[in-house]
């Protein structure tokens, strides 16, 4: 704790100081709330997004083996092209929203290629689709728990060491400015003392 100074003016200061972390306090306390709300949403959307990732790999894997062809489809007949995304903000911070991707298609030779190979790029792509959504819900939660980490620090630096050290300072401060105002008090009363002593002497000699 630094030395603080004990003076009417430290005092203002340091009042002045705890009225502003009090002020800010549930401002803070409300955004780390808001911030773990909005993570648990996310994590729990991107595990609906990866959980639809894998019935679809599962649906797809069974709907080619009814064909007898699986190795007909090659997954480098289907790859990202461009990836659409667009920005948001959850408690002031900026985070990336997946609005979707264009894909490009391999040529492929249509004589030789089974009929249903454009139906299992359009699976592949839904897929790639689902990864690329996963990857981005991720991206949300890291810059958010970064906030969130950033935000509970502030709080719990707030509550666990400026207010309390802030009201140390006004005790200590008030105490002894009350104790100076007492000795003060006790010194004017000596001096009154001491000069009414001085004259009554000074009576007494005449």
């Known amino acids: 704790m630094a030395k603080i100074k004990l003076t009417k003016n430290e005092l203002k200061v340091q009042k002045d100081a705890l009225k502003m972390y009090k002020r800010y ?98 699976r592949m792509e839904k897929a790639l689709s689902l990864d690329l959504e996963a990857e981005v819900l991720d991206e949300q939660v890291r810059l958010l728990s970064q906030e969130l980490r950033t935000t509970t620090q502030r709080v719990n630096l707030f509550e666990k060491v400026k207010i309390p050290e802030t009201k140390s300072n006004i005790k200590k401060i008030s105490v002894y400015l009350g104790d100076e105002q007492v000795a003060s008090v006790v010194r004017s009363k000596i001096s009154k003392k001491k000069l009414q ?3 009554d002497a000074e009576k007494e000699a005449e």
């Not at 996310?42 to 990866?50: G, H, Q, S, T």
Request: hydrophobic share 40%; glycine share 6%; net charge negative.
């Open 25 to 122: 306090l549930p401002t803070l306390t409300l955004k780390k709330q808001q911030l773990q709300t909005e993570i648990r949403t996310i994590e729990l959307k991107a595990r609906e997004v990866r959980a639809q990732r894998v019935a679809l790999e599962k649906e797809f894997d069974e709907w080619i083996s009814v064909f007898g062809e699986a190795d007909a489809f090659k997954p480098g007949m289907v790859t990202v092209k461009n990836i659409k995304k667009r920005y948001g903000n959850i408690a002031g911070v900026t985070i990336p929203v997946y609005d979707g991707a264009d894909f490009s298609r391999g040529d492929y030779d249509l004589y030789d290629t089974p009929l249903w190979i454009d139906m299992a790029a359009d």
């Open 197 to 199: 002593a001085a004259a």
